[in-house]
C-alpha cells in the first residue's frame, strides 16, 4: 500500500511568489490534514479536510489556503510569501470512515521543504 | 487555546528506561498521540489514549490522566535508534495540536 506522497519535495522561491503544494494520500484515507514544521515553532496545525469540506483551520494569515478534491488528493497554497513561510509542510492523511468521525492515526508524508529567498 | 509543554531534551544510556512527561490545557479533548520523529523524516505514530490508563505496544508504553491533564511515554530498553524527537499531540475537532517536542539522546 502506498504511503502519502506529497510534491514538490524541495523547492525554492523568491518573496513575493507563490506556491502550491500537492498530497496524495494513502488509499481510502479521506481525511488530509496540512502542517508546517519550523526549528522555531514546531509543527504547526494549517488545516483539515475531508469529503472536500474543511473542518478546522489553524491560526495561520489568509494567503495560506488548500482544498481537497473528489478523489481526496489535496493542495495547499501560499501566496505572496515572505521570508518567515521557510519550513517544511508536512501532509497527513487518516482513515476517517464518515462525515464526523474523530480521525484516529494520521500518516505522514515525507513532506515539501520550501526555502523562501 | 492550547498549551502542551513536554520537556526540551532527555539523555539516557542503552537499556535503560526513559519517561517523558507531557501536560496540556486545551479547549477540547478527543485523544492523545505520541509521535516519533527521526531527523529528517517524517513523524510516525506510536500511541493513542482517549480513555485513562495505561496502553502497551512492545518496547513503549503511554498513559493518560484526563482530569490532571498528563500524559506520559515510555520506552523501556532504550536502544541507539531510538535516539530521536517525540512529540506529545491533542485532538481537539479534527485539529491535532503539537508540543515542542522531547529529544532523546541514547548513549552507548
Known amino acids: 500500500k502506498a504511503g502519502v506522497t506529497q510534491t514538490p519535495r524541495y523547492l525554492i522561491k523568491t518573496r513575493g511568489q507563490q506556491v502550491t503544494l500537492s498530497c496524495s494520500p494513502i488509499?481510502?484515507?479521506?481525511?488530509v490534514s496540512w502542517y508546517q514544521q519550523t526549528p522555531g515553532q514546531g509543527l504547526q496545525f494549517l488545516f483539515e479536510?475531508?469529503?472536500?469540506?474543511?473542518?478546522n483551520k489553524g491560526n495561520f494569515p489568509g494567503r495560506f489556503s488548500g482544498r481537497q478534491f473528489s478523489n481526496s488528493r489535496s493542495e495547499m497554497n501560499v501566496s505572496t510569501l515572505e521570508l518567515g513561510d521557510s519550513a517544511l509542510y508536512l501532509c497527513?492523511?487518516?482513515?476517517?470512515?464518515?462525515?464526523?468521525?474523530?480521525?484516529?492515526?494520521?500518516?505522514f508524508g515525507e513532506g515539501s521543504r520550501l526555502t523562501v529567498l | 487555546g492550547q498549551n502542551i509543554d513536554q520537556p526540551t531534551e532527555m539523555t539516557a544510556t542503552e537499556g535503560a528506561i526513559v519517561q517523558i512527561n507531557c501536560t496540556y490545557q486545551t479547549s477540547g479533548f478527543n485523544g492523545l498521540f505520541w509521535y516519533q520523529q527521526h531527523a529528517g523524516e517524517a513523524p510516525t505514530f506510536l500511541s493513542y489514549?482517549?480513555?485513562?490508563g495505561l496502553e502497551e505496544k512492545g518496547r513503549f508504553s503511554s498513559f493518560l490522566s484526563r482530569s490532571k491533564g498528563y500524559s506520559y511515554l515510555l520506552l523501556k530498553e532504550l536502544q541507539m535508534k531510538d535516539s530521536a524527537s517525540y512529540l506529545c499531540?491533542?485532538?481537539?475537532?479534527?485539529?491535532?495540536?503539537f508540543g515542542a517536542g522531547t529529544t532523546v539522546t541514547v548513549r552507548a
Open positions: 499531540a491533542v485532538l481537539n475537532d479534527y485539529k491535532l495540536s
Open positions: 497527513a492523511s487518516s482513515l476517517a470512515e464518515r462525515e464526523g468521525q474523530i480521525t484516529g492515526e494520521l500518516f
Open positions: 479536510y475531508f469529503s472536500e469540506t474543511q473542518r
Open positions: 488509499s481510502g484515507h479521506r481525511s
Open positions: 489514549n482517549v480513555l485513562d
